[in-house]
């Protein structure tokens, strides 16, 4: 029988798929919460059977949260590269003494805010790498900084990594350590450094990384305490398609149902030219288009009922595949970013600005919506008539000097 949820498309799809699939999406539209046996199944999802996850997981999206596409005006602001931890999938950071390492002085951080602030930018996302030799008080003290200078700025700052590095230096417990960050006007977290959320991969990606469970307890505690945080997950590496991705999303799941404090869950595609773990075969060159396709639709479906919104990374994805998941049941198309120096420095070769025009004239090459958002996703501005959009103003910004990266090299640690 159609449901609002299986008609045309959609039914059509469904109908005409293996047996044990369409029963799974079968249950998903009678409202059941599916299982991490369903979950399995749709992970290895191919041909006909992905072909229903994907128009499903569209369905799925539109009864949730209808035909906007989303994007948030902000600036990406990556203080520094100089990182101890050294995870191998990363070819941002660096050991101090390397050529390009750089660190940027508060001065030049709040005036590329005020910069983003100009042209209309509403957050500022700052993260970087940990340098050994930072000081206790560098998060509170730079955010401060931001808030000082532009009140209204949205700081969308500091990883659970970094977090649980400011924690350690502070010696402070970790709830006083938030309240702190809360009260200097930490807007939210995001939930980076999640990678995959199972201890057994995070020592392959990163033995010195905060393992799974703490960041969990720092995710949570953000939570408990009205600080949101976003909700990642990076694939097409060294984890098992299935097992790991479906353990990872009905993780985020279960922790949503308890706190409701994740605005987005935001899949990363690793991008492997300039990393370690590449380099050295220990992972797979990224995901194809088909796992990324599968990875975006399995979280509509896993996470209905508990996480509405669901990012594309264009940075990681490039326009074409971003827009093709915003068809497989994603919702938002990230930010404008004017600078992404972590994804660019892995090989990424996307670019680093995107403005709000091309934004709004890509969502409606696939005949959807565009809509300006804050960070927790109040809508600021719906487009739906192109007459009345504002004219171009935001020039792009030119790059700085410092975030000139070099290609990884051996060495670089
Ligand atoms: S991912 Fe972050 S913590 Fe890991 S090496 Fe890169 S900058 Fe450092």
Same mark, same amino acid.
């Given at each position: 029988?159609?449901?609002?949820?299986?008609?045309?498309?959609?039914?059509?799809?469904?109908?005409?798929?293996?047996?044990?699939?369409?029963?799974?999406?079968?249950?998903?539209?009678?409202?059941?919460?599916?299982?991490?046996?369903?979950?399995?199944?749709?992970?290895?999802?191919?041909?006909?059977?992905?072909?229903?996850?994907?128009?499903?997981?569209?369905?799925?999206?539109?009864?949730?949260?209808?035909?906007?596409?989303?994007?948030?005006?902000?600036?990406?602001?990556?203080?520094?590269?100089?990182?101890?931890?050294?995870?191998?999938?990363?070819?941002?950071?660096?050991?101090?003494?390397?050529?390009?390492?750089?660190?940027?002085?508060?001065?030049?951080?709040?005036?590329?805010?005020?910069?983003?602030?100009?042209?209309?930018?509403?957050?500022?996302?700052?993260?970087?790498?940990?340098?050994?030799?930072?000081?206790?008080f560098?998060y509170r003290?730079?955010l401060r900084?931001?808030?000082?200078?532009?009140?209204?700025?949205?700081?969308?700052?500091?990883?659970?990594?970094?977090?649980?590095?400011g924690v350690?230096?502070t010696?402070m417990a970790?709830r006083d350590y938030l309240l702190m960050m809360k009260d200097e006007?930490l807007?939210?977290?995001?939930?980076?450094?999640?990678?995959?959320?199972?201890?057994?991969?995070?020592?392959?990606?990163?033995?010195?990384?905060?393992?799974?469970?703490?960041?969990?307890?720092?995710?949570?505690?953000?939570?408990?305490?009205?600080?949101?945080?976003?909700?990642?997950?990076?694939?097409?590496?060294?984890?098992?398609?299935?097992?790991?991705?479906?353990?990872?999303?009905?993780?985020?799941?279960?922790?949503?149902?308890?706190?409701?404090?994740?605005?987005?869950?935001?899949?990363?595609?690793?991008?492997?030219?300039?990393?370690?773990?590449? /380099?050295?075969?220990? *992972? =797979?060159?990224?995901?194809? %288009? !088909? $796992?990324?396709?599968?990875?975006?639709?399995?979280?509509?479906?896993?996470?209905?009922?508990?996480?509405?919104?669901?990012?594309?990374?264009?940075?990681?994805?490039?326009?074409?595949?971003?827009?093709?998941?915003?068809?497989?049941?994603?919702?938002?198309?990230?930010?404008?970013?004017?600078?992404?120096?972590?994804?660019?420095?892995?090989?990424?070769?996307?670019?680093?600005?995107?403005?709000?025009?091309?934004?709004?004239?890509?969502?409606?090459?696939?005949?959807?919506?565009?809509?300006?958002?804050?960070?927790?996703?109040?809508?600021?501005?719906?487009?739906?008539?192109?007459?009345?959009?504002? /004219?171009?103003?935001? *020039? =792009?910004?030119?790059?700085? %000097? !410092? $975030?000139?990266?070099?290609?990884?090299?051996?060495?670089?640690?």
């Amino acid at each position: 029988m159609a449901t609002p949820l299986m008609n045309g498309r959609t039914l059509g799809a469904v109908e005409t798929c293996p047996a044990e699939t369409r029963e799974i999406l079968h249950s998903a539209t009678c409202g059941a919460e599916l299982t991490f046996e369903q979950g399995l199944v749709l992970a290895t999802a191919e041909g006909p059977a992905l072909e229903a996850l994907v128009a499903f997981a569209d369905r799925l999206r539109r009864e949730t949260v209808g035909d906007a596409i989303t994007y948030v005006v902000n600036r990406n602001i990556n203080f520094t590269n100089v990182c101890f931890v050294g995870c191998s999938f990363c070819g941002f950071g660096r050991g101090p003494g390397a050529p390009d390492a750089y660190s940027l002085s508060f001065d030049e951080v709040v005036r590329r805010a005020r910069e983003a602030w100009d042209r209309g930018a509403t957050e500022v996302c700052v993260q970087g790498g940990l340098p050994r030799d930072l000081d206790g008080f560098f998060y509170r003290d730079l955010l401060r900084a931001i808030k000082h200078a532009i009140p209204g700025m949205h700081v969308h700052a500091f990883s659970p990594m970094e977090i649980d590095y400011g924690v350690t230096k502070t010696g402070m417990a970790l709830r006083d350590y938030l309240l702190m960050m809360k009260d200097e006007g930490l807007g939210s977290i995001p939930g980076t450094a999640a990678e995959i959320l199972d201890d057994r991969v995070r020592k392959e990606l990163s033995p010195n990384k905060l393992p799974g469970a703490r960041w969990v307890e720092i995710i949570t505690a953000a939570h408990e305490l009205g600080i949101p945080t976003t909700s990642t997950m990076m694939y097409g590496h060294v984890e098992e398609p299935a097992d790991w991705v479906v353990r990872h999303m009905l993780l985020l799941r279960a922790i949503q149902k308890r706190t409701g404090g994740f605005t987005e869950f935001v899949p990363l595609g690793f991008i492997h030219e300039n990393t370690r773990l590449y /380099r050295h075969g220990g *992972a =797979r060159p990224g995901a194809k %288009r !088909e $796992e990324h396709l599968r990875v975006h639709a399995l979280a509509r479906v896993l996470l209905h009922g508990a996480i509405k919104n669901l990012q594309v990374s264009w940075v990681k994805l490039g326009f074409e595949v971003s827009l093709a998941c915003l068809q497989a049941g994603a919702n938002d198309f990230s930010g404008t970013l004017m600078e992404e120096s972590i994804s660019k420095a892995a090989g990424a070769t996307f670019g680093e600005y995107v403005s709000p025009e091309e934004f709004r004239a890509r969502i409606r090459s696939i005949g959807r919506v565009p809509a300006e958002r804050t960070t927790t996703y109040k809508i600021r501005r719906l487009f739906d008539d192109p007459k009345l959009d504002p /004219r171009p103003t935001a *020039a =792009r910004l030119p790059m700085v %000097r !410092e $975030e000139s990266h070099v290609p990884y090299t051996e060495g670089a640690y």
